[in-house]
């Protein structure tokens, strides 16, 4: 968690004029994360911070945090539909409330949306045992989503370098 916590600080600090949110993962499987910091741009470092005073707690309820995500994405009000939208998911497991059937849900709800959304999964120090649902998320999302697997801290580093954009970032409380 404090690996995660780092790389977040890692990802946001670097840019000032960026809209970046927090959201975590976890607690009971009908949640669907906490928007522990909204969009807006020149506050990386609430986001490092909010992320660096989160707990583990509950259960990884991993796809709801991504859908909320996704619908974060969908009010045009808020964001020009073409704009770059990524999302970094930091997962330190699989989804304990969905399972398998996670990417599936992610997929339709892009396309319920017409989110156009980029995501970047970094499994952090996941179980081999528990790395199907991120593989299955990234062939569910075919060029929409990148997964990496990161077991050291400079494996963890090179995956979540900067890139500009509007992002949303996901942590699980595992």
């Known amino acids: ?38 969009f807006g741009a020149d506050h990386g470092d609430d986001v490092r911070d909010a992320a660096a005073a989160q707990q583990p707690g509950g259960s990884s309820n991993l796809v709801n945090a991504i859908i909320a995500a996704i619908d974060d994405f969908s009010d045009a009000e808020r964001f020009d539909p073409d704009s770059a939208k990524r999302v970094l998911v930091l997962a330190g497991s699989d ?40 593989r299955g998320l990234s062939d569910s999302l075919s060029d929409r989503a990148d997964v990496e697997f990161a077991d050291t801290q400079q494996e963890l580093d090179m995956a979540v370098a900067p890139e500009t954009g509007t992002t949303d970032i996901l942590r699980t409380d595992d």
């Open 95 to 134: 989804d304990e409330c969905r399972g398998r059937s996670g990417a599936e849900e992610v997929r339709r709800e892009l396309e319920r949306t017409g989110v156009d959304a980029v995501f970047k999964v970094v499994g952090v120090r996941v179980e081999k045992a528990d790395r199907r649902l991120l």
């Open 1 to 38: 968690l404090d690996a995660a916590a780092g790389a977040v600080g890692t990802h946001v600090v670097p840019f000032r004029n960026e809209g970046f949110a927090l959201r975590v993962s976890g607690g009971g499987c009908d949640e669907a994360g906490e928007l522990v910091v909204d």
